[in-house]
């Protein structure tokens, strides 16, 4: 027997559930820092804020970065070494540069499978031109987990 389509029609997967798109879930209003501010001012939105970290980008919106709580802990600790205050720090002399993202083409259950296969619990969504447009939460797809409908049958 012959599984093939016949040539000439699209071949079509009908049935298969669709999932939503990332977008639908992630958080767009973001705290973001620049490479050139003071890791200071960024100690301080981390603290007013309640954040353990936020995406670095530069001045064309493109993601450049990541800072953490982590990173800004090597400041005061380089502080402390070189005998220097903290405030003469910037962001990209700290921040990570080795980003690991989402692209907002894809859907949720692809996120869970990422989140899945590491131990991030968060990542920034780019678009095809690498600019910033959100950030999703493990969390965040825990949410979209409950809007999925079965695509199990039930049959008699």
């Not at 980008?57 to 802990?73: Q, R």
């Not at 090597?74 to 690991?100: C, D, E, F, Q, W």
Request: aromatic share 8%.
């Amino acid at each position: 027997m012959n599984f093939s389509p016949p040539k000439n029609e699209p071949t079509k997967l009908e049935g298969l559930p669709t999932y939503e798109s990332v977008t639908k879930y992630m958080a767009t209003n973001l705290i973001t820092f620049h490479p050139e501010q003071l890791i200071t001012e960024v100690i301080d939105k981390m603290l007013e804020y309640k954040i353990s970290g936020a995406p670095v980008v530069n001045d064309h919106g493109s993601l450049v970065g990541v800072i953490s709580e982590k990173d800004c802990l090597k400041v005061m600790l380089a502080a402390a070494y070189h005998n220097r205050p903290m405030n003469t720090g910037i962001v990209k002399n700290y921040m990570s540069t080795k980003i690991t993202t989402i692209s907002d083409e894809k859907d949720v259950l692809d996120v869970a499978n990422e989140f899945l296969k590491t131990n991030f619990r968060r990542y920034p969504v780019v678009n095809a031109e690498g600019k910033l447009v959100g950030q999703v939460s493990r969390r965040d797809i825990l949410r979209a987990a409950q809007h999925m409908e079965s695509t199990t049958w039930n049959k008699k």
